[in-house]
């Protein structure tokens, strides 16, 4: 996961809070959070004010530490990407990963790794692809609250 360098879009933002209002919701500290996690309480500052890039792992990562508390299965990234290939396949005109890596403005490559769960793409980018199918970045992330 790599630092935000330009402004926070919206799914950013949104998963900032997000991940914010949970963990307050559920009583923990950062540190806190970040122990049961196994990461350093900056990495949840700096994924709540948005100054990090929130990848899919990560969401599901807190997900798990947050809501269920149990083994994630099938994975999170697994699930994101299949939802990612049905829109893709679902859209009308029906689209290839090439059309739709050249309407999101990334490689054919990255949305097969996207799709086969080969790679964790950031909610930034998992809102381009989104907004290039035309559907809200819920749809792909839709077992979140």
């Known amino acids: 996961m790599s630092d935000n360098k330009g402004p926070i879009s919206h799914a950013q933002h949104f998963y900032a809070n997000w991940v914010r209002n949970l963990r307050e919701t559920a009583g923990y500290t950062q540190q806190t959070l970040a122990k049961n996690m196994g990461v350093h ?11 990090r890039a929130i990848s899919v792992d990560t969401i599901g990562q807190f997900r798990l530490a ?8 099938p994975p999170f990234r697994q699930r994101v990407g299949t939802r990612l290939q049905n829109a ?13 890596s050249e309407m999101a403005g990334c490689s054919v490559g990255y949305v097969a790794k996207v799709e086969n769960a080969s790679v ?3 909610v930034i980018r998992l809102e381009r692809l ?7 970045i819920s749809v792909l992330l839709d077992d979140l609250p």
Request: net charge positive.
């Open 41 to 51: 309480r900056s990495f949840v500052s700096h994924i709540e004010s948005g100054k």
């Open 66 to 73: 947050l809501i269920t508390g149990e083994a994630d299965k």
């Open 88 to 100: 893709r396949l679902n859209f009308s005109p029906r689209l290839s990963q090439e059309a739709l």
């Open 120 to 122: 964790s793409t950031t």
């Open 130 to 136: 989104a907004s290039s199918l035309k559907i809200e």
